[in-house]
C-alpha cells in the first residue's frame, strides 16, 4: 500500500450472481391448452381471455394454436 500514490490495499471479493425473470405480462401456465381452449370458448375471443388471466395474448393464441383478433 502506498500513502502518496493514492494505492488502497486490494481486497479478493467475490460477485455475487442471481438470475431471475421478470415478465411484463405473467401467464397462466398452470392452465393446459385443452382448459384454455376450452376457456376461450366461454368467453369468445383470445382478447377477452387474455385480459381475464392478466396475460398477453400471444400467449393465449401460441396455447390455443389462434389468431389474436383486433
Aim: glycine share 8%.
Amino acid at each position: 500500500m502506498k500513502k502518496s500514490g493514492g494505492e488502497n490495499a486490494k481486497v479478493g471479493e467475490h460477485s455475487a450472481v442471481v438470475i431471475f425473470e421478470l415478465e411484463a405480462y405473467p401467464e397462466p401456465k398452470i392452465l393446459t391448452s385443452i382448459e384454455l381452449k376450452k376457456l376461450l370458448k366461454s368467453y369468445g375471443s383470445v382478447r377477452v381471455l387474455a385480459e381475464s388471466l392478466g396475460c398477453s395474448f400471444g400467449f393465449i393464441s401460441d396455447q390455443t394454436r389462434t389468431k389474436a383478433k383486433k
